[in-house]
């Protein structure tokens, strides 16, 4: 049980509330839903924090609004200036528009369409540079100096991270006994405002509660980061988690997540699109992938003990395409979709006696492709192109069986 005179990093209790206030003007007090799926899964009650739902698709409005109303009259006049590729976008293009301030926002060139229209429609000048959120931010950089424009951070500001943690007071408000809380991590702002919040005040309620952070396996720079001591630069790889796709965790964040957090884990791609998945279906949640990853991280079995559980759905803001896509990964990463590839004799019927073969399976095929011409086929072949529907890993490999004991040479896609 922590001390009473414990000191926690990051902003206090009373600066948090005061932040509450400030940003209470535009951010709605999301839904807490119950996940009795999750539940059986960790065995021990689960409820998500559906910020999805908030106005602008995501979190980030809160940390923006908060960083914004507290500028300086003399700073309003300037405007202000961010570089994003989504979501801290419309968060500050939102923000700006309801305090009647000039905003400027970068993004890179080829950003999703949906996200480039909202933040155009909340009223921001949007600037097309570059061909990645880095090169974005230094033309941000360059337009401040030259216009004087006041740069809103994404992550790496005590404003913003204020902002943030007004969640945290909303996650106890709304499951006092919560145990456990599951935050996406990209920058860090989301989870050092959380784990400020509840922290202090699960302390002053003389009882503690354990803060879980969660990263994209291919874009994780705080585990080499808490076990350097100090912020790591990563060489990242590509992520359907675009959200939080950071290189390197902000100096301020950093310090309060070493501090407070307790454990940082990381999912797969197929983690995250299984998760994504599994909202859809069974929460009947859209979540965009960086918002899924706490999800993903319950489903990869990576939170234990936990206690009552909330996990963080941070956004919800998906490009209908990636959506598409997401889905069949997610199909496939949990053994209900399968691509083969038959080569047949090159003789009349075959194709029938194959479908008849998944049917009497009982799965069904949703495309096929049938051709001579493949690589590595013989004359007298041709090669069949798959794509079935099943229930699962089992039914997937009674298919299989039910086609290679009919004699067919497959080859499995994965």
């Known amino acids: 049980m922590p001390d009473s005179d414990t000191v926690f990093a990051g902003p206090t209790l009373a600066e948090i509330e005061g932040a509450r206030a400030r940003v209470s003007a535009v951010a709605q007090v999301t839904p807490m839903q119950s996940s009795r799926y999750l539940a059986e899964v960790l065995g021990t009650p ?50 700006a528009r309801e305090l009647g301030i000039k905003a400027t926002i970068f993004m890179p060139i080829g950003v999703p369409l949906p996200k480039l229209q909202a933040t155009k429609h909340y009223g921001a000048d949007v600037i097309l540079r570059g061909h990645s959120v880095e090169e974005a931010l230094r033309a941000a950089a360059e337009f401040a100096a030259s216009t004087g424009a006041v740069v809103i951070p994404p992550f790496d500001h005590r404003d913003v991270i204020m902002g943030q943690a007004t969640i945290g007071l909303e996650i106890l408000d709304q ?24 922290k202090q005040r699960a302390a002053a309620e003389g009882r503690s509660i354990r803060v879980v952070g969660v990263q994209a396996a291919n874009a994780a720079a705080y585990p080499p980061s808490l076990a350097a001591g100090e912020p790591v630069e990563i060489v990242t790889s590509p992520t359907i988690a675009d959200g939080i796709h950071v290189s390197k965790p902000g100096i301020l964040n950093f310090e309060i ?10 999912v797969t791609e197929a983690d ?57 990964h997610g199909l496939a990463a949990s053994d209900r979709y399968l691509k083969l590839r038959i080569m047949l004799p090159d003789r009349p019927g075959q194709l029938a006696r194959t479908a008849e073969l998944v049917a009497e399976a009982n799965a069904n095929v949703v495309e096929v492709q049938h051709t001579r011409h493949g690589r590595g086929l013989q004359i007298s072949q041709v090669e069949l192109e798959l794509h079935i529907e099943t229930r699962g890993p089992d039914h997937r490999d009674q298919v299989i069986a039910k086609l290679r004991d009919a004699g067919y040479e497959l080859r499995v896609e994965q």
């Not at 145990?179 to 996406?184: A, K, Q, R, W």
């Not at 997540?257 to 990381?266: A, G, K, P, R, Y």
């Not at 949640?285 to 009552?308: D, I, M, R, Y």
């Open 46 to 95: 689960v409820y998500m924090k559906c910020e999805n739902l908030q106005r602008t698709g995501s979190y980030k409005i809160r940390g923006a609004y908060n960083r914004i109303s507290s500028l300086s009259d003399a700073e309003k006049e300037r405007g202000v200036v961010a570089a994003s590729a989504g979501n801290h976008a419309q968060g500050v293009a939102f923000a």
């Open 257 to 266: 997540i070493s501090s407070l957090v307790d454990e940082v884990v990381t």
């Open 272 to 328: 995250i699109t299984r998760a994504l998945l599994m909202l859809l279906e069974r929460a009947k949640q859209v979540v965009e992938p960086a918002g899924a990853v706490a999800v993903a991280a319950v489903l990869a079995g990576l939170v234990k003990n936990s206690g009552t559980t909330v996990v963080m759905l941070s956004g919800g803001n998906i490009d209908p395409l990636l959506m598409q896509r997401v889905i069949s």
């Open 175 to 198: 499951v006092p006994d919560a145990d456990t809380v599951v935050v996406p991590i990209g920058g860090g702002g989301l989870i050092a405002g959380i784990a400020s919040a509840v």
